[in-house]
């Protein structure tokens, strides 16, 4: 299993920045992909960014060139720094991991979450 703790969250005014932090713990050597999402009220939870364990980064077409990921494998960590915040971007951030079936095939059909950090943008 994989345990995940997100840190980070906050409040600040449109234009503001916040660096979200997730450190892993657990079987780490079976995570694969990581990446961030996030759940506004009344929403469902959407992708953020992810990260491959090569190092491949993907981005909602809404945050590109504002949100930044970063994955440390030896730190067992992922990073999201988060510049020029807008009131959109208001929501519960969860750290996610998936697993290395290669790897650890025990762990089929799992994916790992952590409990969230709410991030608030007030305008």
């Known amino acids: 299993q994989v345990h995940l703790v997100e840190s980070g969250g906050g409040s600040v005014q449109a234009g503001g920045s916040l660096r979200l932090s997730c450190v892993a713990s657990g079987d780490t050597m079976c995570i694969s992909e990581m990446g961030w999402f996030r759940q506004a009220p009344g929403k469902e939870r959407d992708f953020v960014a992810t990260?491959?364990?090569?190092?491949?980064?993907n981005y909602v077409a809404s945050v590109k060139g504002r949100f930044t990921i970063s994955r440390d494998k030896a730190k067992n960590t992922l990073a999201l720094q988060m510049n020029n915040l807008q009131p959109g971007d208001t929501a519960v951030y969860y750290c996610?991991?998936?697993?290395?079936?290669?790897?650890?095939?025990?762990?089929?059909?799992?994916?790992?979450w952590g409990r969230g950090t709410q991030v608030t943008v007030s305008s």
């Open positions: 996610n991991a998936v697993p290395d079936l290669d790897t650890c095939p025990d762990l089929i059909g799992s994916d790992f």
């Open positions: 990260v491959t364990s090569g190092g491949s980064t």
